[in-house]
């Protein structure tokens, strides 16, 4: 197989060579379907070491859910040797969910008679109208439902028209469960009949009364072109390296991030990426009380993600990626443009006005933007690396799309759903995303300390109560490792390399700066918080292990829980100058707003890893004038 590099995506041929693997191998049925195709990357000595052109092996996970079977599988296959290298049974939880598992809930939902009768009850004649969501059951399969069966969750909307936006008219009150493994919808529970919202919610151009008139153009252009360059999935950007694949549950992901100073590579993240997200809702509705969707292992967003429009999604001089993808009948399937890359411009990079000297100097920031979105049910996610060229990165998560919604009377909004339309409430929520950080900083032997600052007290060193200090404290053990932000003493935390010294004698770090994101509100006896421990933290450590990928566990789909984080660190092993991964949970709590309806606007959240010492002066001097700025009165 003609691959470049062994972190590149699988292709399409290599993917149906895999379901031909396992379907030869005869361990599954014709009833199976696919929740998608997971790379396993080769050892990183192997990925370190690798030079074009020299054999590696080429190693795929497809996993789904054979019905016949009534269960869940993991199937682990050689592409180099052709061959099945294992194959299980999961014995607990189950495959994300597929679109077949999408599309097999809408139909059984609306061929059932008594979901028929409670659309009836509520005067709705015309079916077709009828928009049903499906849900993961997450924690809370009725206990009427032997546990491992398949089981959905079904809600349903009213739509105006057949393009109408449905969760204008939430069908209130009807909650399906559906038995995947039977073919069988098992329970329709009716809380009471509440009269569906009149007004519609339609956002699209058309629907609006009066479009702005006063919208003059920006055009961006890069006559000469764009100033990275790109082989197969290898980006080269202002001196920043790396590579570029998308994960079918966490979506985007850079692999072997490094920066070029003084002629030589020095790597900063091995690979990073989400790792999994959780949306947590607070409402007391038993329409919501049980929702907190984990969008990654349970939803699969990564096989959601969006094709992208140029002029539309993204503007300028733009570089795609497409994604080859396993869809749920065994065929794979190309997204094209699935990710993309551009330069934008940022402003100012750094500025001084010498009053005296009479000169002026300053540069333009320019970033390089990553990004990927994805249509989880009524949500979008957007997740936008950034790399600066002070060496800088970032990451920004971008939420839109639609709120979650439930019909009320005039005056039916509550501290845990607020008004947000009439007759529409929306209940409170989190998004608590989980990042997956492999940190090899300057080499993968690293360290990580938490900084925190401190005030001193009064005495004869302070005697104005004015001293504060940055102070550090390592973090050696896992179960010391478990912290969350705190703005109020500018916590951040700094990975290091103990044996990498700068200038000055002090060993080079990176730098993870949080914002002031929550952690999950669910009780820690909650469903919630057992099957989605990571959020309970924002910041967790661990030493490297090449099965430790998932934050809340491999299939977490309709599983109890206590899997991903909570389990690799239960032995409390050492992160002190090991082969660290960092693993950083951001977010926010969303008590949503008129303003959010009837289409959100973006709303942020992230957290950016920046070098201290890792450079021993800032890197971007070099970075010369604008064009038009030169300084006429510069330093002879
Ligand atoms: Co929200």
Known sequence: MAHIHP??????????VAVKILSDSNKVSEAVHFAGAFPVEPPKKIVRRFVSGTPFDREVRLRGYDREHSGSFDAHISLT??????FEWVSRGHSPLSLTDYIRTVELVKDDPAWQTAMRKRGIEDLSLVQVDPWPAGGFPPSDVPEGTRVMRAISFLRKHPKGNGYARPIEGVMVYVDLENERVFRVDDYGVVPIPTEDGDYDAASVDRLREDLRPIEITQPEGPSFTVEGYAVEWQKWSFRVSLH?????VLHQLGYQDDGQLRSILYRASLSDMVVPYGDVSPMHSWKHALDGSEANMGQFVN??????DCIGEIQYFDAVLLGSSGEPFTVSNAICMHEEDYGILWKHTDLQGGTVEVRRSRRLVISAVHTVGNYEYGFFWYLYMDGTIQMEVKLTGIVGVS??????????????????ASPVHQHLFCFRLDFEVDGAQNSIVELNIETDPIGPENPHGTVFRCKAT??????AAKRNVDPARSRSWKVMNPGVSNQLGVPVAY????QGSPTMLAHNSSPHARRAGFAKHNLWVTPYS???LAAAGEFTNLHPGGTGLPEYTAADRSIENTDLVVWHTVGLTHVPRPEDWPVMPVEYCGFMLQPVGFFNRNPALDVPPPKHCENKQANK
């Open 248 to 252: 079918p549950t966490q979506g985007l």
């Open 307 to 312: 094709s992208l429009k140029l002029g539309c």
């Open 546 to 548: 090449p099965n430790e």
């Open 474 to 479: 390592p973090l050696t053990r896992e179960s």
């Open 407 to 424: 019909a009320v009377t005039f005056d039916g909004g509550t501290d845990t759903a607020p008004l947000i339309a009439p007759q529409l």
């Open 7 to 16: 972190l590149d995506p699988f292709t399409v041929e290599e993917l149906q």
């Open 511 to 514: 730098k993870l700066t949080p």
């Open 81 to 86: 040797q052709l061959k099945l290298i294992s």
